[in-house]
């Protein structure tokens, strides 16, 4: 037994000064922990976007394959147009005058290239390919006039002269007196569609591991089996938001639906899912001028005038609440806080931006009022860093959680040969149902 030769003993007191001997009260004796069968964690497991989909726009299990379909689509009434190549004078008279139509949107195809009576009777305004100059006004009274033409009369009491590029925008049927009813024109369904990722998280451990007793978190296995769960979590978050897929969505009618994949080391065949924010970085349009953008990068700037014409085509699609989901990085939601407390001295930039709440499931959010509805800014972890200073708006009806196999998790897997060790594994099988991508938007604001 080691002697220690002071007669008065300290704390501090674990190697006797005088003979080097070595004691124990330092490094055996003495009891640093506050609690040694507890730790604390930096990180716990935040998925608002995978809870607020699953909440909101729901889980569709049971799937028959991992490969999915959907029907969507978009009504042609939205936007009901040509283009005109023909520059002309339609007389304040009864004659007409002939018309080549160019593009069509939202009415029949069919008139490009014959006749096709559907036309007959609607009238359109003439606009500047600009849309800020009026013409006027003309009724189709024919479409017999050569492939790709109609013969338009003035709807008005002034003459006017088309100009091509005009674009003439319909404003619905005139029906002669008499008439019957005019011909109907229909249109079809789109298919799009996406695929369920296998996605498996392990924990493995030895024999004598699993026994020891241990300070901080007594059972090395649980901690781990814990740990492992959020990270399998947080992975399925990430997968869901911004994973590639070769199969892609056909969200822009060009794809193909076929059985194409990459390999792992072995062979065999991996199945992925195609994220929203790759989906909307493929299919989505960032063309400002264009009615339909649904990308908007601000990372240059940002005013409130940009801001506010934004919000005219983020809240464009009808009908629905007037509050929007926006899931947002770090910076994204630090961007709007700075504008709030300093938003008057810049330029006018004012806005409204809610305390922080929380919602039934423990969603963490602010309100940010905007020019067409309100915003719920949702801080999400998984967009740290690469995606800090974006904000990712969805429309939930639009959306769902597409589940092949239910979560699993499977104990003591690797029993073969007298294993001495324990192995977990974490498995789910699920992808994310997209449809209508122009509902959803992926917004860019500066980093400040």
Request: hydrophobic share 35%.
């Amino acid at each position: 037994m080691a002697v220690v030769s002071n007669l008065i003993k300290s704390l501090d007191q674990g190697v006797d000064t005088t003979t080097a001997v070595g004691g124990v009260l330092f490094t055996d004796r003495r009891q640093f922990y506050v609690d040694q069968g507890t730790y604390s964690e930096l990180w716990a497991a935040v998925t608002p976007f995978l809870t607020t989909v699953m909440q909101r726009g729901g889980v569709k299990s049971g799937l028959a394959d991992p490969m999915f379909k959907m029907f969507e689509h978009q009504n042609p009434w939205e936007k009901e147009e040509f283009t005109t190549t023909t520059a002309v004078a339609i007389p304040n008279d009864d004659t007409g005058a002939t018309i080549a139509v160019a593009t069509v949107t939202g009415l029949s195809q069919k008139i490009i290239t014959a006749a096709d009576a559907s036309w007959d009777g609607l009238q359109f305004e003439c606009w500047d390919s600009t849309k800020t100059t009026k013409r006027g006004a003309a009724i189709v009274t024919a479409t017999g006039a050569g492939s790709g033409n109609i013969t338009m009369k003035n709807a008005g009491t002034t003459a006017f002269t088309t100009v091509s590029g005009d674009i003439f925008v319909c404003l619905g049927h005139v029906s002669g007196e008499g008439q019957t009813a005019p011909t109907g024109f229909s249109d079809e369904l789109s298919v799009v569609w996406n695929s369920c990722g296998l996605q498996r998280t392990s924990v493995e451990i030895t024999g004598t591991l699993y026994q020891a007793s241990l300070r901080g978190a007594n059972k090395e296995l649980e901690r781990l089996r814990k740990m492992k769960l959020e990270t399998h979590k947080i992975r399925d978050e990430r997968m869901l938001l911004r994973s590639y897929s070769v199969l892609g969505t056909n969200a822009d009618g060009s794809g193909t639906f076929a059985d194409k994949w990459r390999t792992d080391k072995d062979g065999k065949k991996i199945r992925t899912t195609m994220g929203l924010i790759p989906a909307l970085e493929k299919y989505g349009t960032s063309t400002a001028t264009a009615d339909s953008q649904n990308i908007f990068d601000f990372s240059g700037g940002l005013n409130f005038n940009d801001w506010a014409f934004a919000t005219e085509k983020i809240w464009q699609y009808l009908p629905e609440s007037g509050i929007k989901d926006f899931f947002c990085g770090p910076r994204a939601m630090t961007y709007w806080s700075l504008i709030d407390q300093q938003g008057k001295l810049r330029s006018g930039f004012d806005i409204k931006l809610s305390d922080m709440k929380t919602d039934t499931v423990g969603v963490f959010f602010k309100y940010l009022e905007t020019p067409m509805g309100i915003a719920r800014l949702i801080y999400t972890p998984s967009m740290k860093r690469e995606y800090t200073n974006k904000m990712l708006a969805v429309t939930p009806e639009n959306l769902f959680r597409a589940e092949y196999r239910p979560m699993v998790y499977k104990t003591n897997i690797k029993t073969e040969d007298d294993y001495d060790g324990v192995k977990d594994t974490y498995r789910s099988d699920h992808g994310i149902g997209v449809t209508n991508i122009l509902s959803h938007c992926l917004v860019t604001v500066p980093m400040q």
